[in-house]
């Protein structure tokens, strides 16, 4: 059974610094597999921050780029988002995700609060 266990959420000011993993069990690393974040904010539907795929295709969204790096590490089944210059508008629950051959697994999330 697939399990997604996510940390490193947080508050943190605008222009700071977080770093979000998620450690994924039951499921190992394949060229098929799509793994990434998403995010929701309050009153808003789930979107997506950046997944990257077993192969290196990846999708970042735009308000993202160039602040927010993806990087996958088969050797220890985890999917990291370091995300930089943080804005008040990043505030959401982020989400892991992970899409396999047997199905698409979610994490719980974890809060990432920016605010001065």
């Known amino acids: 059974q697939v399990h997604l266990e996510e940390s490193g959420g947080g508050e943190v000011q605008p222009g700071e610094s977080l770093s979000l993993r998620c450690a994924v069990s039951?499921?190992?690393?394949?060229?098929?597999?799509?793994r990434g974040w998403y995010r929701q904010s309050p009153g808003r539907q789930r979107e997506l921050v950046a997944v990257i795929a077993g192969d290196g295709w990846r999708s970042i969204a735009d308000s993202v780029k160039g602040r927010f790096t993806i990087s996958p590490d088969s050797a220890r089944n985890t999917v990291d988002l370091q995300m930089n210059s943080l804005q008040v508008y990043d505030t959401a629950i982020y989400f892991c995700y992970v899409a396999t051959d047997s199905g698409v697994y979610w994490g719980q999330g974890t809060q990432v609060l920016v605010s001065s």
């Open positions: 039951g499921a190992t690393s394949s060229d098929r597999d799509i």
